[in-house]
């Protein structure tokens, strides 16, 4: 079990810096090292056309909108949670919604998890991916792993199997009491019980939870005879998915995400501890789309995101692709929708509420080419203390209209979901579902 480790928690857009300062959500002190690493993974991340963070001065930075966990070379774990209420929020209730967002995200029923649970894991994102993934784990260790035949070429000193009759006979003087012999065995050795290996060796080597390590050290011991993967891409593109591994299915997305398959965005490089990197605008346009489809009655096609029209054509190629996040088709109507992870405020009608003029003229550009310039489009927004209920509708003319929806990540509702006149399911079909 890894030691030493100094575990930092803030919120998105948070400012860190080495000086000491009062400890919070929003401002918090890191070594001189961490601060280091964390200038070194924000290059890296430019260079790959992210913003992770803003440097200001030489001692001073500011977070950008993704949220998860960072672990530095030094043992600073810096967890970074959503900001999802204007003023206040506690540290518990982001952790909270993070693994509502994740288990949308990698597409897992909550019910599965277990709601209380999550409110009783007072932990950071990655203990709780560790111990998410060592409960899996060891039902499916006690279901029993998948083994497979395998052919081995050997020389004993007794036939057994299959006599190979061309190198027998090529046998030097003195050996001919040896046979060549081909055979197979029954071995644990595929490639989903190898990422498994290797998942569970990060997890024994970065959990600082006590019960976590102990039942990866047993666990460790039971897949002993397994080796860890040396090729994780090519083993999880092997992963079967036949109707003997279906008691593997439910383990798949936590190994994926402790071995950095399954993310938005991984930190990458030659040192990773347990970190793991999420846009807060991916996870909030999942999640909004997960509870639509969940939501909408059966047989309303529904693409998320949308990528059949572009803004032009030039040399009759269309250029500069338009993808909204959502797009729902009942029949000829359609409607598009658009997720924002911002914070509105609904009382500043002089600042427009917060609302970005190069968003509406996006959605002007969604509403000529996907709807033919008239039908019901809607931004929807993290519902806030400050943003509670929709704000009045957006006249395009034309007949095309732009409605600013409250999502309340709380009681998992649209607000003003009725002015789009979608058709929805009944209280009883939800259950259902």
């Given amino acids: 079990m890894t030691l030493g480790l100094h575990r930092v928690s803030v919120r998105e857009h948070a400012w860190l810096c080495t000086e000491p300062v009062p400890a919070s959500l929003d401002c918090a002190q890191l070594t001189e090292s961490a601060f280091d690493y964390l200038c070194s993974l924000s290059e890296r991340f430019s260079s790959g056309g992210a913003r992770l963070l803003q440097v200001e001065g030489r001692r001073r930075l500011k977070l950008d909108n993704f ?3 960072i672990q530095t070379p030094c043992g600073t774990v810096l967890e970074i949670v959503p900001k999802h209420h204007a003023e206040g929020g506690s540290l518990a209730e982001a952790r909270l919604l993070l693994r509502k967002l994740l288990l949308a995200l990698l597409d897992l029923p909550t019910r599965d998890v277990g709601a209380a649970s999550l409110q009783l894991f007072d932990a950071p994102l990655s203990e709780w991916v560790m111990g998410r993934f060592l409960q899996e784990l060891d039902t499916l260790v006690s279901r ?26 090529r046998q030097p003087p003195g050996r001919e009491h040896r046979f060549h012999v081909r055979h197979e065995v029954y071995l644990p050795d595929r490639p989903e019980n190898r990422l498994l290996k290797l998942a569970l060796e990060r997890v024994r080597q970065g959990t600082q939870d006590a019960n976590h390590w102990r039942l990866a050290q047993e666990l460790s011991f039971r897949l002993a005879e397994i080796p860890a993967s040396r090729q994780v891409e090519q083993d999880f593109r092997a992963w079967g998915h036949d109707r003997l591994l279906a008691h ?50 059966v047989g309303l096609d529904m693409r998320t995101p949308a990528r059949s029209e572009s803004l032009c054509e030039h040399q009759q190629q269309p250029i500069f692709r338009l993808e909204p996040d959502i797009l729902i088709a009942d029949g000829g109507q359609r409607w598009v929708l658009d997720t924002k992870w911002k914070l509105l405020d609904a009382s500043k009608r002089a600042d427009k509420y917060g609302l970005s003029q190069s968003d509406f003229y996006q959605l002007f550009a969604y509403g000529q080419k996907y709807l033919g310039g008239a039908g019901r489009m809607a931004l929807i927004y993290p519902r806030t203390e400050s943003f509670q209920s929709p704000l ?25 979901i009725e002015r789009l006149r979608l058709a929805r399911r009944t209280h009883e079909e939800r259950l259902v579902a």
């Fill in 67 to 69: 949220v998860g966990v």
């Fill in 248 to 297: 593997y299915q439910a383990i798949k997305p936590w190994c994926e995400l402790i071995l950095s398959q399954h993310m938005p965005l991984a930190v990458a490089g030659d040192y990773q501890g347990m970190s793991l990197l999420f846009p807060m605008e991916k996870l909030f346009e999942r999640f909004v789309a997960r509870w639509l489809r969940a939501s909408l009655a």
């Fill in 392 to 416: 009045d509708t957006f006249d395009f003319g034309g007949g095309l209209s732009l409605e600013v929806l409250p999502f309340d990540l709380d009681q998992e509702r649209l607000l003003g």
């Fill in 144 to 169: 029993g792993l998948r083994f497979e035949y395998q052919r081995v070429d050997e020389e004993l000193p007794f036939l057994h199997g299959q006599l190979n009759l061309n190198r027998q006979l």
